[in-house]
T-cell receptor, first 111, second 114 residues
Framework: DAGITQSPRHKVTETGTPVTLRCHQT?????MYWYRQDPGHGLRLIHY???????DKGEVSDGYSVSRSKTEDFLLTLESATSSQTSVYFC??????????FGQGTRLTVV | GDSVTQMEGPVTLSEEAFLTINCTYT??????LFWYVQYPGEGLQLLLK?????DKGSNKGFEATYRKETTSFHLEKGSVQVSDSAVYFC?????????????FGRGTSLIVHP
């Protein structure tokens, strides 16, 4: 299995609080992605990174920010969590010409 | 932009039945195509892939052929088992401005009864 670790695996937080999810890889892959998975919507891209400090927005980036200060870590931050951000979040990594590998997911509940 | 459309589920089958899950795509350029499988409580795992037209990807009895003329990548299995019950995602990847961004369909849930 590809070395991808997401933390935390589960989190319950209150509306309006900041939340940071972490994705850590040991594969030295260039590309890292954050997706959210919701019933009826499949996987939707939030943000992605194509190198250290190089990031860009996906289709559902509003309310989210990311940072990648080193190759192995890609952080997703919800500056002020809302109930609509209750979801399962997946991190994925890939390298040029290869398929994406996924983490186990983080289940976030905003109450 | 790029998109993937797959049949809605759930697909409910009896064990040993034949499985087809349809997938069509829209993409610029020449995408690579993938099927992923997700078991309950887990992340997505690559099931099979094809990188150019007429390629056939196969794994664990599942097959899919890259059909450029019909922009399709249908997943098939001749005899499903209860253990195949999962959600299946069709996906493509193209290079956009130098970045490789996977795009996923909405997923198709498969339920196999004994």
């Amino acid at each position: 299995d590809a070395g991808i670790t997401q933390s935390p695996r589960h989190k319950v937080t209150e509306t309006g609080t900041p939340v940071t999810l972490r994705c850590h890889q040991t594969e030295n892959h260039r590309y890292m992605y954050w997706y959210r998975q919701d019933p009826g919507h499949g996987l939707r891209l939030i943000h992605y990174s194509y190198g250290v400090k190089d990031t860009d927005k996906g289709e559902v980036s509003d309310g989210y920010s990311v940072s990648r200060s080193k190759t192995e870590d890609f952080l997703l931050t919800l500056e002020s969590a809302t109930s609509s951000q209750t979801s399962v979040y997946f991190c994925a990594i890939s390298e040029l010409g290869q398929e994406a590998f996924f983490g186990q997911g983080t289940r976030l509940t905003v109450v | 932009g790029d998109s993937v459309t797959q049949m809605e589920g759930p697909v409910t089958l009896s064990e040993e039945a034949f499985l087809t899950i349809n997938c069509t795509y829209t993409a610029t350029g020449y995408p690579s195509l993938f099927w992923y499988v997700q078991y309950p409580g887990e992340g997505l795992q690559l099931l099979l892939k094809a990188t150019k037209a007429d390629d056939k990807g196969s794994n664990k009895g599942f097959e899919a052929t890259y059909r450029k003329e019909t922009t399709s990548f249908h997943l098939e299995k001749g005899s499903v088992q209860v253990s195949d019950s999962a959600v299946y995602f069709c996906a493509l990847r193209t290079a956009s401005g130098g970045s490789y961004i996977p795009t996923f369909g909405r997923g198709t849930s498969l339920i196999v009864h004994p």
